[in-house]
């Protein structure tokens, strides 16, 4: 009988549907009678379970998988009166039980329950006492055995979550050396090469040297700073990048600068959202917004930013608007990492540049997070 991995939805589907072959038992009733009107009514609450065993399969929450189980159970109680096969509604509706109810307490009571109501009801229309006690006993063992199978699958889920969850600290943990090792050796050196710069211009401004080869120096040793700082500048930018504070964090960095820019910020975004997200996820919606917020402050000449946040079909989506002009219509380097880093995460940017611009993140909902 069915025993379908809730932390991994997308993989189960197809090979669950080979469990569909104990409808046999439900239609051997009908190949009997040989009538068509007959045929015609067990099709309909067939493909009635049909529905209710898919809708299990793709349902992602407890509180739409428990009503899907109940309805399998009610469909079995109203049907055994007149097909006796339906019995196999309620084996059903046992199998799936222990993926629905984390609780093994409260899976044995409803196994319980649907071993109780379908021998009261077996016995109030006279069915076949042996086919009675076989259903029941399939009812309890195949139930049973099943709450080992949800229990283990449910600690693979928290053991592949917590794998993820060291990858990710692990990932961030070296994100922060590089930003370290940019900061003392690179960020050190370009800082010593602007003040030895500087140094070099005073001197040759105060030597009153007019000679041509002296100007020339000037002007050289003044190139020298404002590439020195212009590389500082990008190395510092490049450490705040691998320095993610996370999502929250992220959003008031850029309120306060969109401020100093004069561009109102409305955020859409509820704690308790960013609150579920992976370290993985959050270090990169993080660095996106900021990359985002970035290009409105520079180019878009804009009067109000709005961002939205929201987990909806599976999808975590971040949309940043502005109402500006961006002149940029080719893709930057920051464009293209931000692109780079939501892709490896198996997410999509969506980039649309009509009456504003706006910029739109997907990703994928990780196996066994809150939707």
């Not at 509706?93 to 649907?114: D, E, N, Q, R, V």
């Not at 063992?141 to 600290?169: P, T, W, Y």
């Not at 943990?173 to 003392?184: N, T």
Request: hydrophobic content about 50%; aromatic content about 8%; proline content about 4%.
């Amino acid at each position: 009988m069915p025993n379908p991995d809730p932390s991994s939805q997308h993989r189960f589907h197809k090979f669950e549907l080979f469990w569909l072959v104990y409808l046999v038992f439900f239609f051997i009733e009908p190949m009997l009678r040989h009538s068509a009107r007959y045929w015609m009514q067990c099709l309909g609450i067939a493909a009635i379970f049909l529905v209710l065993y898919l809708g299990f399969l793709y349902s992602t929450e407890t509180r739409s998988k428990v009503p899907l189980i109940a309805g399998m159970w009610l469909l079995g109680i109203a049907t055994l009166p007149f097909n006796g096969g339906a019995a196999a509604f309620l084996i059903y509706s046992a199998a799936l039980l222990p993926f629905a109810l984390p609780s093994a307490a409260w899976t044995f009571a409803g196994l319980a329950f649907i071993a109780g109501t379908f021998a009261i009801e077996a016995w109030q229309i006279h069915f076949n006492i042996f086919n009675t006690g076989l259903d029941v006993f399939f009812i309890l063992v195949v139930g049973g055995s099943n709450i080992f199978f949800a229990q283990k699958q449910r600690a693979d889920c928290k053991l592949r979550m917590a794998h993820e969850e060291i990858e990710a600290l692990a990932a961030l943990a070296e994100r922060e050396r590089i930003a370290r090792d940019l900061h003392d050796v690179l960020g050190h050196t370009l800082s010593v090469i602007v003040l030895k710069a500087e140094l070099a211009n005073r001197l040759l401004q105060q030597s009153n040297l007019a000679e041509p080869s002296a100007q020339r120096a000037a002007i050289e040793i003044a190139d020298v700073e404002r590439t020195a700082r212009t590389a500082l500048s990008e190395v510092r930018e490049a450490i705040g990048g691998y320095r993610s504070r996370g999502l929250a964090a992220e959003i008031e960095t850029a309120r306060r600068a969109l401020d100093a820019a004069g561009v109102n910020l409305i955020a859409d975004i509820a704690p308790s959202q960013t609150s579920q997200l992976s370290p993985a996820e959050e270090t990169v919606l993080a660095l996106a917004l900021r990359e985002a917020v970035t290009n409105i402050v520079r180019h878009a000449k804009a009067k109000t930013c709005r961002l939205r946040f929201v987990t909806e079909n599976r999808r975590r989506r971040l949309l940043v608007e502005d109402d500006g002009e961006h002149p940029l219509t080719r893709e930057g380097n920051g464009l293209r990492g931000m692109r780079e880093r939501v892709e490896a995460l198996g997410g999509t940017v969506s980039l649309s540049r009509n009456q504003g611009t706006h910029l739109l993140i997907e990703l994928p909902l990780a196996e066994g997070a809150a939707s």
